[in-house]
């Protein structure tokens, strides 16, 4: 536990940028934050999944630096393995094995651990969350927010420090957030949460606004949380749903 409560720990984007196509999806991102629970907030198309890949190394910024805890996470990915874990909107796009043991223990064997560490790393995880008889369940059968919990234990079994959040919530029903919320607080880990919904990030310590693949605002979720939430009712009242990217 008090591994992710190291000094310093820290993560610091300088002038991120990120181009598909030569169009700019990230334009220049500048963030340095060690808060504990950092929320990104943003409307659709804003870039959010793109920088939740960029933090988690599983893409490779264009130009500028990014370091989580001090690593290169595209360059170093044992580092980032050990370092940061991401969970996408979609448990479909993530679960790759048939059964939930199964999948569980890939991201352990990844980081090096051999088949027994594994197997009870898997049980370990599996008891915290009061699964132990998940182990050998078929991923088929699994409802769609148990689906999210097999993602979030086989995350948390490799015990990042740094959690990204993309949007986990969404499409799920509200009994379903509220359970998977409840087992988020408990966890040691750091939490970057990124979302269109102000709903979720009202536990910010510090929010940031993404726009056009710009960070425009940032505050305490107090202050920002309703000029987003504002802003989304106006462009709302707005007729641009018909506009293309430039
Ligand atoms: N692989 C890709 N190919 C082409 N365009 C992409 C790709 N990934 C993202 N984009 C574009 O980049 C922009 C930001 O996408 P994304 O990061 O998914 O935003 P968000 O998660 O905020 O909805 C969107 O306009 C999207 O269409
Ligand atoms: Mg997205």
Redesign the pocket.
Known sequence: MHRCDSAGFAIRLDDLRYK??GRA?LDGITLHSSARRIGVV?R????????ARLLAGLLAPTSGRIRIAGHDVFRDRRAALATVGILFQNPDHQIIFPRVGEEIAFGLRQQGLDKAQAAAGVQAVLHSFGKPHWQDAPVSVLSQGQKHLVCMMAVLAMRPQLLILDEPYAGLDIPTRRQLARHLHRIPARLLHISHDPADLAQSDQLYWLERGRIIAQGPPETLLPAFTAEMVRLGDLDDIADL?G
């Open positions: 598909i196509g999806v943003g659709n198309g804003s870039g959010k999944s793109t920088l990217p």
